[in-house]
C-alpha cells in the first residue's frame, strides 16, 4: 500500500524548534519530489516547501523562509522538516505530499494522515 | 506569485443537485489546475488533475473544466459522501503551490 506517515509534530514554545519526520511506503520514494503543506486551524491549506527526488531543487513559502528546512533521505525513504524560530502563526498540522506528474502536469496525489504543531507558551 | 480565488467560499445544497465551484487564477495558467477534496480531520484527496483530468478511483459525477484564468469543478449529482471543503491549485508555477482559499459544500 501506497502510504505516508509524518511524525514528530507536538506544542513547543515561542523561539523553539521541532523536527517533523514523513515515513514513505509502498513506491519508489527516491523518483517522487516531496511537499509539505500545513493547515492553521480552521484555516484553509498552506504550501511550505518542495524538494526534488535528488534534493537538488528546494523551495519555501516566503513565511517560513530561512526558519525552515527540508531534507529527504532516499536511503531511509524519509522526507524532513526541521523547524526553527517558531511563531504562534506556525501552528497548524503539516501534511507531507508527493508529487506525481502526467506528462506536463502534476498534482499532489498522496498525502499524510498529518501531524499537530502548536507553538503557544 | 500567482493567487488563486475560489467561489463561493460556502454553498449550501441538496443530495442530488448539480453543483458547480469556481476558481480563478490572477494570470493565466494555462490547463495546470488541480482540484482537491477535504473532509473534516482528513487529509486533501486528489480529484482533478490537469484542469479536467479524473483522478483514478474517484466517481465520475466530478468533473473539471476550464483554461487560462476561469475554471470549474461541477459535481452533477451530490451525493452524501460529497459534501466537504474543496480546493482548487496551481500547478503552473515551481514548485506546485498556492492553493485558493477552500469552498464549504454543507448540507441544505
Known amino acids: 500500500e501506497v502510504q505516508l506517515v509524518e511524525s514528530g509534530g507536538g506544542l513547543v514554545k515561542p523561539g523553539g524548534s521541532l523536527r517533523l519526520s514523513c515515513a514513505a511506503s509502498g513506491f519508489t520514494f527516491s523518483s517522487y519530489s516531496m511537499n509539505w503543506v500545513r493547515q492553521a486551524p480552521g484555516k484553509g491549506l498552506e504550501w511550505v516547501s518542495s524538494i526534488s527526488s535528488s534534493s537538488s531543487y528546494i523551495y519555501y513559502a516566503d513565511s517560513v523562509k530561512g526558519r525552515f528546512t527540508i531534507s529527504r533521505d532516499n536511503a531511509k525513504n524519509s522526507l524532513y522538516l526541521q523547524m526553527n524560530s517558531l511563531r504562534a502563526e506556525d501552528t497548524a498540522v503539516y501534511y507531507c505530499a508527493r508529487v506525481y506528474k502526467w506528462s506536463r502536469y502534476d498534482a499532489f496525489d498522496i498525502w499524510g494522515q498529518g501531524t499537530m504543531v502548536t507553538v503557544s507558551s | ?108
Not at chain 2, 5 to 25: E, M
Not at chain 2, 53 to 58: E, P, R, T
Not at chain 2, 67 to 82: A, N, R, V, Y
Open chain 2, 1 to 108: 506569485d500567482i493567487q488563486m480565488t475560489q467561489s463561493p467560499s460556502s454553498l449550501s445544497a441538496s443530495v442530488g443537485d448539480r453543483v458547480t465551484i469556481t476558481c480563478r487564477a490572477s494570470q493565466s495558467i494555462s490547463s495546470y489546475l488541480n482540484w482537491y477534496q477535504q473532509k473534516p480531520g482528513k487529509a486533501p484527496k486528489l480529484l482533478i488533475y490537469a484542469a479536467s483530468s479524473l483522478q483514478s478511483g474517484v466517481p465520475s459525477r466530478f468533473s473539471g473544466s476550464g483554461s487560462g484564468t476561469d475554471f470549474t469543478l461541477t459535481i452533477s449529482s451530490l451525493q452524501p459522501e460529497d459534501f466537504a471543503t474543496y480546493y482548487c491549485q496551481q500547478s503552473y508555477s515551481t514548485p506546485p503551490g498556492a492553493f485558493g482559499q477552500g469552498t464549504k459544500l454543507e448540507i441544505k
